[in-house]
Every structure is written in C-alpha cells, then in structure tokens.
T-cell receptor, first 114, second 111 residues
Framework: KNQVEQSPQSLIILEGKNCTLQ??????????LRWYKQDTGRGPVSLTI?????NTKSNGRYTATLDADTKQSSLHITASQLSDSASYIC?????????????FGRGTQLTVWP | EADIYQTPRYLVIGTGKKITLECSQT?????MYWYQQDPGMELHLIHY???????EKGDLSSESTVSRIRTEHFPLTLESARPSHTSQYLC??????????FGPGTRLTVL
C-alpha cells in the first residue's frame, strides 16, 4: 500500500532556532517528492520538489533532502521565523499514473514561539 | 501566488440543503482536482478532471458531483448536505507539469 508517514506530528520551537521534519514513504514507483507549506485556513503551497536523482534542494531557509534508497526525506528549516508556523506536508508522486497522482502525509504542525 | 480561487471561503448550512462550491483558475490549466481535508488529517482526492467534459471520481468516495463545462471552472455540488459532509474542501489545478496549485479552500459546516 502506498503510504507517506511524517514525524513528528507536531513541533514547537523558539524563534531563531533550527528544526528538521521527517518523511518516510512506501510509494512505488516513485516520480518525485514535494514539501508543501499550509498556513491555517489556506491551501498548501509548494516549497520544494525533488526527483529520484536529487539529494538536496534549497529554497531560502528551507533545505530538503532525499534518500531514494531508504525512501526518506527531511525538511530542514534554518533560523525559524514566526511566519514559519504552519503545517508542512510531504507529498509523493506515483510515476505510474498519468494523472500525476499524489500521496499526502498528514503533515507536521510547526509552531514558532517568540 | 497561484491564480486559483474558491468561493465561499466559509459556509454554514442546514442539513438537506443543496450547495455548490465554486473553483476557478486563470492559468489555463487542463487538470483540476477537488480534495477533502479534515483537521490534522491528510488530503483525500474526491474528484478530478483532465479537461473540459472530463470528470472522474477520486480515491475517497464522495456523495458530491462535479462538472467541467469550461476550462477555468470546476464547481462541486452536494445535492443534500449532511453533518458528515462537514470538512475543508480544497480545489487545485495543474498544467504541463504535475505540480498542483491549490486554492484557499472552503470550510463547510453542516448543522
């Protein structure tokens, strides 16, 4: 069964600190992996997209890693800001689907305190 | 920011009422999607469309229906709302790549 598991479920950090969010998946065949940020009451917004051959990709203070062998990804947030408070969702695409079908994790709820 | 819009943003309605959730995008995307998301849970695909006059059911069974008469417009209808339909409904679209752009969502509460 294709699944995407994220940890931790929730995380509280102080402003300025770093944090790392984890994503494990069993989706096969694999096309790509995305990290989305979803603010409360809003739709998800794509942060990064990684294909099979990519190990690391950065977008400002966000750095995503991918280990396709172990089927694990992480999202590292550097020097956190209050605006980073949101749900971070790991999304894996199934190469076998012409739809570009996506499998969603439940997200990690990050809260940044001042 | 993606040009995809949903109305209303919030809707509180009584059981048995017919409702239509609107979704429109100005990016010319062929593919459009409807997801249902409960608090703290993952998004579940309930409907999708490859283009005009194309609609398919998603992974999660839903009593809602959709239509795609125009490329930019993908409304979702519930003929008779029930409390079990209370949820957040997210619309998305994608073009040449499979990157999906999401609307802000409609939070539906059925009393």
């Amino acid at each position: 069964k294709n699944q995407v598991e994220q940890s931790p479920q929730s995380l509280i950090i102080l402003e300025g600190k770093n944090c790392t969010l984890q994503c494990n998946y069993t989706v096969s065949p694999f096309s790509n992996l995305r990290w989305y940020k979803q603010d409360t009451g809003r739709g998800p917004v794509s942060l990064t997209i990684m294909t099979f051959s990519e190990n690391t990709k950065s977008n400002g203070r966000y750095t995503a890693t991918l280990d396709a062998d172990t089927k694990q990804s992480s999202l590292h947030i550097t020097a956190s800001q209050l605006s980073d408070s949101a749900s971070y969702i790991c999304v894996v695409s199934d190469r076998g689907s012409t739809l570009g079908r996506l499998y969603f994790g439940r997200g990690t709820q990050l809260t940044v305190w001042p | 920011e993606a040009d995809i819009y949903q109305t209303p943003r919030y809707l509180v309605i009584g059981t048995g009422k017919k409702i239509t959730l609107e979704c429109s995008q100005t990016m010319g995307h062929d593919k459009m999607y409807w997801y249902q998301q409960d608090p703290g849970m993952e998004l579940h695909l309930i409907h999708y469309s490859y283009g005009v006059n194309s609609t398919e059911k998603g992974d999660l069974s839903s009593e809602s229906t959709v239509s795609r008469i125009r490329t930019e417009h993908f409304p979702l209808t519930l003929e008779s709302a029930r409390p079990s339909h209370t949820s957040q409904y997210l619309c998305a679209s994608s073009g040449g790549t499979d990157t999906q752009y999401f609307g802000p969502g409609t939070r539906l509460t059925v009393l």
